[in-house]
């Protein structure tokens, strides 16, 4: 072989690891995914809608037709607000059951599969059966309230996830380290707190940023309880996205899709690098 | 004390915070349709779970549904992993400017969400409109950066000298990424495959726009089976219906769960 008569330097590399096996993949991507995304981009700003034929450019007047009527601010306003909601109840709840299971108990192995089912079922199964428990009742009919409702079940399917990275990361705590801790004398509570928890910031990165960027691109959970309702309080972006779709109305499903995208890219960024920057000075 | 009382708490909590909403499916796939009408935790005063499990079973034509999803999520599953690793193992491999970019981009799929209206569009213009190979590809798509992520951040902990041995022997790329690189990515393929089963097997919302009504999938199917259940106030084949859809994975998770918990945790904290 000709291996070792390699000539320039890094040719070795080119030739063990050539670029091709790149192809499939981004051929795919470039197709499916970012193809699409340059077309919401395009399509944002024309009439496209399932009632004619022809697709004409049309300026800004899908973006002043849906900020006019309110819809926009209010779709984006509810999306960031379950958003955040279930960042917090996912973390909170995943947190508090990683504790709680730590130990590698019987007892704890059973009770981490079981809290782990919510996480295999559909999230639509979830939605159904959230709306049965709760028929009849205040909880999916208050206009104020039902979207932090709808954002505890969302939470409550996915914490078992949760749970397992938190625990994940208590198991990546080095012994000495909690034992340096006792010896010094700090108590339990304080080497929890001020020893152990650092630790799991990674875990933390992990658990907001998903959450949050999840939560985001919700759907299921929210059209199988409350389908938007009560009054399109609980109507995330992409419940207005698969509603407008639905009455043929492309052009401002694909405004919304973009509005979205654009809320996604905008709040992404800075979420990652502050909780980056949170995990050096811990 | 706390040792002691921890069990008990860990118990209550699984029986209140899981128990009751899954006794809730239980009780009310059991019951016949008067009984379900206004669904609670009562049990039902004559089980009825076989016969209302049957009747889904045929009148939704959940075989027809688990077909379909089966035809969905086994290829879009082996396409994603094997060239999102492909492409993964370059990446990790290679440093230059080029690929630092192309991982970028790789990657940004992570956070960005899919173009889910202008997709229909492309779809329709490449002739793939509602066909199982433009759904698979939307997939792909979708979860190519899923994978390239995780398979590229484990790449970078094999050493190369693994490569290098089946390298001196004379194997080119193609043999060493077969017989050695792939191997060695067991674990986080498990682990991933775990992940996208999971969420092409559930996903309703990218159906929707894709394929629906032209291809039944099991959370397709659901959604039909609920939004005239709902109406007809007919939780008991709802719940017959998830009972039905969610058992598979369940079973599978409970039967390989230690393997899945350990592929989980090693991969996503790392």
């Known amino acids: 072989m000709t291996i070792l ?46 009632f004619k034929a022809a697709i004409n450019p ?73 709306q049965a428990l709760l028929k009849g009742t205040e909880w999916l009919a208050d206009t104020t309230w039902t979207i932090v409702v709808v954002a505890l079940i969302h939470a409550w399917k996915w914490m078992g996830l949760s749970m397992l990275i938190y625990l994940a990361g208590l198991k990546t705590i080095p012994l000495e380290v909690t034992e340096a801790a006792h010896i010094d004398g700090a108590s339990q509570w304080r080497t929890f707190w001020s020893v152990r928890v650092p630790f799991l910031a990674p875990a933390v990165t992990f658990n907001v940023a998903t959450a949050l960027l999840g939560s985001m691109n919700g759907f299921d959970i929210v059209q199988a309880t409350t389908g938007g309702g009560p009054a399109r ?27 979205l995208f654009l ?6 960024f800075p979420v ?6 949170r995990e050096e000075i811990l | 004390m706390t040792r002691r009382l921890q069990p008990v708490v860990a118990l209550l909590l699984v029986a209140v915070v899981i128990g ?19 669904p609670d935790l009562t049990p039902p005063t004559t089980w ?25 999520v086994v290829p879009t599953v082996a396409i994603v992993l ?6 993964a193992w370059v990446l990790a491999r290679r440093s230059t400017r080029l690929t630092a970019i192309l991982y970028a981009l790789g990657i940004s799929g992570i956070i960005l969400p899919p173009a889910v209206v202008t997709v229909v569009l492309l779809l329709r213009q490449l002739g793939l409109a509602g066909t199982v190979t433009g759904m698979i590809g939307v997939y792909v798509g979708i979860y190519l950066s899923t994978v390239i992520f995780f398979v590229t951040g484990f790449v970078r902990t094999i050493p190369e000298a693994l490569e290098e041995a089946a390298r001196i022997d004379g194997a080119g790329p193609v043999a060493v990424f077969r017989r050695v690189v792939l191997p060695l990515l067991r674990p986080v393929l498990a682990t991933a495959t775990i992940l996208i089963c999971l969420y092409v097997w559930n996903d309703v919302f990218y159906a929707f726009f894709v394929i629906g009504g032209r291809i039944d999938t099991l959370p397709l199917n659901l959604f039909q089976v609920a939004s005239a259940g709902l109406y007809l106030n007919n939780w008991h084949l709802i719940f017959a219906y998830v009972i039905l859809m969610s058992l598979p994975l369940v079973v599978t998770f409970a039967l390989a769960q230690r393997k899945i918990i350990a592929g989980i945790t090693s991969g996503a904290v790392k």
Do not use: C
């Open chain 1, 263 to 268: 809320l996604v890219a905008v709040m992404a």
């Open chain 1, 233 to 259: 309080t609980t109507e995330i972006l992409n419940i207005f996205i698969y509603r407008t779709f639905g009455q043929g109305l492309f052009a401002q499903a694909t405004t919304m899709s973009l509005v």
């Open chain 1, 272 to 277: 990652i690098y502050v909780l980056r920057k």
């Open chain 2, 48 to 72: 009825h779970l076989w016969e209302n499990l049957r009747q889904v079973w045929v009148d939704a034509d959940i075989p027809a549904a688990f077909l379909g999803s089966m035809l969905i």
């Open chain 2, 82 to 87: 094997i060239i999102g690793s492909m492409a």
């Open chain 1, 58 to 130: 049309v300026g800004f007047d899908n973006f002043v037709q849906l900020t006019s009527d309110g819809t926009l601010f209010r779709s984006l306003r509810i999306t960031i607000v379950y958003a955040v909601l279930v960042a917090v109840f996912q973390n909170l709840f995943g947190f508090g059951l990683a504790v709680l299971l730590e130990r590698d108990t019987l007892v704890n192995r059973i009770a981490r599969v079981f809290f782990l089912i919510p996480v295999l079922m559909s999230a639509l199964a979830v939605g159904y059966i959230f």
């Open chain 1, 5 to 50: 008569s390699a000539g320039a330097p890094g040719s070795i590399v080119r030739r063990t690891h050539p670029l091709w096996f790149l192809v499939p993949a981004y051929v795919l991507l470039l197709v499916f995914f970012f193809l699409p995304t340059v077309f919401n981009f395009v399509y944002a700003f024309t009439d496209w809608s399932g």
């Open chain 2, 20 to 38: 009751v909403p899954l006794w809730l499916v239980v009780a009310t796939a059991g019951k016949s349709q008067g009984e379900a009408v206004d």
